[in-house]
């Protein structure tokens, strides 16, 4: 398996550098608030473009200016280090956009 799945430790410690970030399972879940319905849409662009480039792509969910990103590598049946390295872009991409949780 080219992604192995992260220990227990492994994610507390990633969680831990991941503002507003949970677990539930098998999956990293985190809710913004863009500054308008616009601004949410261009990081859902970006956060698209840079999940093209790592081909892995999370789950979205929009709804006028909150935007919810649930993360998973789903053909390793749980959280990997292409998660955290997902949402640690999530955050960056966020933090520039002015967007909060």
């Known amino acids: 398996m ?4 992260l220990s227990d430790a492994e994610l507390t ?3 831990a550098g991941l503002t507003g970030w949970t677990r539930s399972g098998d999956t990293l879940t985190r809710t913004l608030q863009a500054p308008s319905f616009l601004d949410g849409i261009e990081l859902v662009r970006q956060v698209a473009e840079v999940a093209e480039t790592m ?5 979205i ?3 006028w200016r909150k935007l919810t ?3 998973s590598t789903h053909d390793a ?6 998660d955290t390295a997902l949402a ?4 960056r991409l966020a933090a520039k956009a002015g ?3």
């Open 99 to 101: 967007s909060t949780d």
């Open 61 to 63: 969910d929009i709804r």
């Open 88 to 91: 640690q872009e999530i955050d």
């Open 13 to 15: 410690e990633a969680l």
């Open 2 to 5: 080219s992604n192995p799945l």
């Open 77 to 82: 049946g749980g959280l990997t280090g292409l």
């Open 69 to 71: 990103f649930v993360l």
């Open 55 to 59: 081909n892995h792509h999370p789950d």
